[in-house]
């Protein structure tokens, strides 16, 4: 009998819609049942804070049947709310460039210099043409946004992927986030090499394989 497939939601950014996927689409799809989620921008100017995100999502999608959710930047933070409005089920949560707290300079290129793919050039496009559905009150929010203690407080594992700029080090990225040892005992980083905030673009083989692995460890 064929084990069945699992399902996962996949969530973008501020200003991006799922072309960010687009590196990782087809292999992805063979692995599990994804669903990939644009924003209603007729909707997000008066979405000014993440539970307005989270709160469309709940009422728009049958979150429950989702046995993992993938969040990018905003997106990830919008993941970790959902958890925590929905009770009834406990799926595995990955953020990707998602910061609890603001970062630190390190995080602040978006794009690896080197990155050449054709998904990655059309970003920068993307998101000057998204931006303007986006409320700059939001904007300020998530500037100041800090979810470390909840995090804590929920004592849920979770998994998240950086970028590592090119430094070539993962004990450098871990120390650049700046966390405290309770909230790494609740996070399992990912640390993904050549890439800056699309890692799922910039290098889709260690993404892919990063998400392989948290899901059929």
Partial sequence: ?????????????YACTSQIWQSIHKEQDSICEATYVD??????PNFHHVDDFANWLHGSMEIEKYSFIVGHSLGGLVAFRLAEIVKRVDPIIILIETFLAPGAPFFQNLLFNDATSAHTQVIPKMLNLEKVHYSPFLRERLRHVDIRKSV????????AFYGDRGCGSPDRVLNELQWSDDLKAYIEVTVIPDACHFPM???????LKGLKSILYS
């Fill in 1 to 13: 009998m064929k084990s069945k497939r699992l399902k996962g939601l996949f969530i973008p950014g």
């Fill in 39 to 44: 924003w209603p921008t007729q909707m997000t």
């Fill in 152 to 159: 804590i407080e929920q004592k849920k594992q979770l998994y």
């Fill in 201 to 207: 673009a910039e290098n889709p083989r260690a993404t």
